[in-house]
């Protein structure tokens, strides 16, 4: 199956601070999604891309579609508490079968 | 519902016993996923359902694993003869409309001992 490799595995932030990550995948993707998972809970959807460069933000968060298809970043400014989780991306070209990441831990220090 | 309802929230079997992970999806989403989250990795696609038929079932591991969804609304999967390697947390989702992205329920957290 297609691999998405998400770095950095796990930050360790102060509450504020900006947050980057990434997500590569060795296969083109025509749409990438980011989704944050809490303990106990399924993943919940933050934003989705659908074309090759395209930006977009919702709120503090802003995640962007990589120009190769094969990326995806996601910003996140000024961290709170309550951005603590495991946040995934996940690429797909048919819309129905998504492959998701490893997964990026975040902790934020008060 | 106003979401994706999961049942039973956990369960734990014995090896070679038979287990049934039941998913209500958000009323009105016509397409149903299932996807296997094991410890420390992100979830793996199952199956895919499109109304009552299973569009895609290209996920499952083996035929020890089945699912249906006869009324294109509830969905069961099915597991026959756990193993110890099918512990994992189960998810159910559901959607409106492709590339959209899911919904996804708490999942079913099942353990095989």
């Known amino acids: 199956g297609q691999q998405l490799n998400q770095s950095p595995q796990s930050m360790f932030i102060q509450e504020g601070e900006d947050v980057s990550m990434n997500c590569t995948s060795s296969?083109?993707?025509?749409?990438w999604l980011w989704y944050k998972q809490d303990p106990g809970e399924g993943p919940v959807l933050l934003i989705a891309?659908?074309?090759?460069?395209e930006l977009t933000s919702n709120g503090r968060l802003t995640a962007q579609f990589g120009i190769t298809r094969k990326d995806s970043f996601l910003n996140i400014s000024a961290s709170i508490p309550s951005d603590v989780g495991i946040y995934f991306c996940a690429g797909s070209n048919t819309g129905n079968q998504f492959y998701f990441g490893t997964g990026t831990s975040l902790t934020v220090i008060p | 519902g106003a979401g994706v309802s999961q049942t039973p929230s956990n369960k734990v079997t014995e090896k070679g016993k038979y287990v049934e992970l039941r998913c209500d999806p958000i009323s009105g989403h016509t397409a149903l996923y299932w996807y296997r989250q094991s410890l420390g990795q992100g979830p793996e696609f199952l199956i895919y359902f499109q109304g009552t038929g299973a569009a895609d079932d290209s996920g499952l591991p083996n035929d020890r694993f089945f699912a249906v969804r006869p009324e294109g609304s509830v969905s069961t999967l099915k597991i026959q003869r756990t193993e110890r390697g099918d512990s994992a947390v189960y998810l159910c989702a559901s959607s409106s409309s492709p590339f959209s992205g899911y919904t996804f329920g708490s999942g079913t957290r099942l353990t095989v001992v």
């Open positions: 296969s083109i993707f025509n749409t």
């Open positions: 891309l659908y074309k090759a460069g």
